[in-house]
């Protein structure tokens, strides 16, 4: 099991920028990738971002590609998701999900761990 932990978030203007990082701990061997996932009120849990834990690899929702970068620190055993140029549709709880599995995941399906989710808000 890996236990997940987001912080950071908060409020943000559209045009600017702001971080959201993710400490894993328990079972991180098992890790294979981690990613981002979003979810606005009354929407469903969206894919954001994803990586390969032990190369960097990434890839990204096409609503936030050029926008958004996804990265991590081994040594911390931290994902952060840097989100610059906010939009107010960017708005939602993020959540730090890890997968034991390798290869282009983007559904909810394929993450096994969760965390409990931070929120970002951004004001036009």
């Known amino acids: 099991q890996v236990q997940l932990v987001e912080s950071g978030g908060g409020l943000g203007q559209a045009g600017g920028s702001l971080r959201v990082s993710c400490v894993a701990s328990g079972r991180t061997l098992s890790t294979r990738t981690m990613g981002w996932f979003r979810q606005a009120p009354g929407k469903e849990r969206e894919f954001v971002a994803a990586l390969t834990w032990n190369d960097g690899n990434t890839w990204y929702a096409d609503s936030v590609k050029g926008r958004f970068i996804i990265s991590r620190d081994n040594a911390k055993n931290t994902l952060y998701l840097q989100m610059n140029s906010l939009k107010p549709e960017d708005t939602a709880v993020y959540y730090c999900?890890?997968?034991?599995?390798?290869?282009?995941?983007?559904?909810?399906?394929?993450?096994?761990?969760w965390g409990q989710g931070t929120q970002v808000t951004v004001s036009s």
């Open positions: 999900a890890a997968s034991p599995w390798a290869g282009i995941l983007t559904t909810r399906i394929e993450f096994r761990s």
